[in-house]
Every structure is written in C-alpha cells, then in structure tokens.
C-alpha cells in the first residue's frame, strides 16, 4: 500500500519562530489532509489540499502531486500550536476504498 | 451542527467483556469510518460504511464488528475485549467514499482493556 513519511518527527520552537513540516507520499493522491491534533488529543481538519496552495490565517499549506510531497507552513507560532501534526493521504488504486493512510506525525511543543 | 459525536468518551472493560461504540453525524454524510490510534502512531482504518446499508473491512478489522443502523449512525462492537484493543477510537464521516471531500473525525473514544 501506500506510504507516508513525515518530517521532522519532532520539533521544538520558541514562540514567534517559523516552521515547516514536511510529507512525502510514495504513490499517486486524490486526497490529501493535514490535521492537528491538539494535547486533548482532537483531531481538527486544517488543510484538504490534493494539490495547489492554500493559507488560513498563520497556516498554509503546498501540495506538489507531480513530486509526491505536501509541506505545511507554520509562521509566528503560539504555544496553542503545540501538539501533533498529521499527513493524510487517499489513494484511489489502492486495496482499501475509503482509506485515508497517515503518517506517523510530527510532534510540535511550542515554548513561551 | 454538532458534527460527528461518539459515545462514551472514556471506557474501562475487563478482558472478554464485550461494548458497543457508538458514533452519529448531523451533517448528511453518505460514508463512515472507524480507526483506531495506538500510542506514537497515527490512526489506521478498522471498517467503513460506503453508503447506508454497506459495510466493509480496512486494515485492522480482526475482533470488531460494525452495522450502519441508518444513514446517521455507525457503531462499533466488541464482542470479546483483549488487551491489544486498548487505544483511541474515532469515528468519521464524508460526504462520499472516493476521496474527493474532506473526512471529519469526532472526539475519539478513549478505551481500556484489563
């Protein structure tokens, strides 16, 4: 099936500092998704973007499908940031119709 | 609008008892999902539903059953608890199966096993 990396698995920042997080996909997409996941451990939809570019607020999101990668931009990060960011991927050739395959994430802590 | 809404948020269960996890979603969605999340991992696909009246297998569907009591409903029984089922369960919908919308997760239930 397919696979999903993610980059850095860890990162720690100081409020205000810029970040990037990156997914690499091994297959063909027709969905992607980021999420968040917050330490109460929710899950909140930030991004579906199988391809293009979008922002909301101090997050935007890139996704080149030609190159199998999607990268998620955190700028001026507040401690609410903290948490774990997922990649999500949905491959229509694969076995499991429906299946959205993560990544392992990215653990964010955002210090004072 | 509530959204997608799961029952109950914490459960505590004894090795062979058995529990339903129930999960609605107020947002006219055809497909549902149910994943499970295991501690440094993300979150791997256990049944879906397609459509009312459809249910199938995802990647970790051993020990757990599933009925799509209608279009809004979508529980998840076990039926003989182990061990190996403790984790977080969380219940999703989208408009459709295909991949072309967004999936929309609820609050997760967070369930051990003794």
């Known amino acids: 099936g397919i696979q999903v990396e993610q980059s850095p698995p860890d990162l720690i920042l100081q409020e205000g500092a810029n970040s990037t997080l990156r997914c690499n996909f091994s297959?063909?997409?027709?969905?992607l998704q980021w999420f968040h996941q917050n330490p109460w451990g929710q899950l909140i939809n930030l991004f579906y973007?199988?391809?293009g570019t979008k922002q909301n607020g101090r997050l935007s999101a890139t996704t080149v499908a030609t190159e199998r990668y999607s990268l998620l931009y955190i700028s001026s990060s507040q401690t609410t940031d903290s948490g774990v960011y997922f990649c999500?991927?949905?491959?229509?050739?694969?076995?499991?119709?429906?299946?959205?395959?993560f990544g392992q994430g990215t653990i964010l802590t955002v210090h004072p | 609008n509530a959204g997608v809404t799961q029952t109950p948020k914490f459960q505590v269960l004894k090795t062979g008892q058995s529990m339903t996890l129930q999960c609605a979603q107020d947002?006219?969605?055809?497909?549902m999902y149910w994943y499970r999340q295991d501690p440094g991992m993300g979150l791997r696909l256990i049944y879906y539903?397609?459509?009312?009246?459809?249910?199938d297998k995802g990647e970790v569907p051993n020990g757990y059953n599933v009925s799509r009591l209608n279009k809004r409903e979508f529980s998840l029984r076990l039926e003989s608890a182990a061990p190996s089922q403790t984790s977080v369960y969380f219940c999703?919908?989208?408009?459709?199966?295909?991949?072309?919308?967004?999936?929309?997760f609820g609050p997760g239930t967070r369930l051990t096993v003794t």
């Open positions: 999500a991927v949905y491959n229509a050739g694969g076995t499991s119709y429906g299946k959205l395959t």
């Open positions: 947002m006219n969605h055809n497909s």
């Open positions: 297959d063909s997409v027709n969905n």
């Open positions: 539903s397609a459509s009312e009246g459809t249910t």
């Open positions: 973007i199988p391809s």
């Open positions: 999703a919908s989208s408009p459709t199966e295909r991949g072309l919308y967004e999936q929309y």
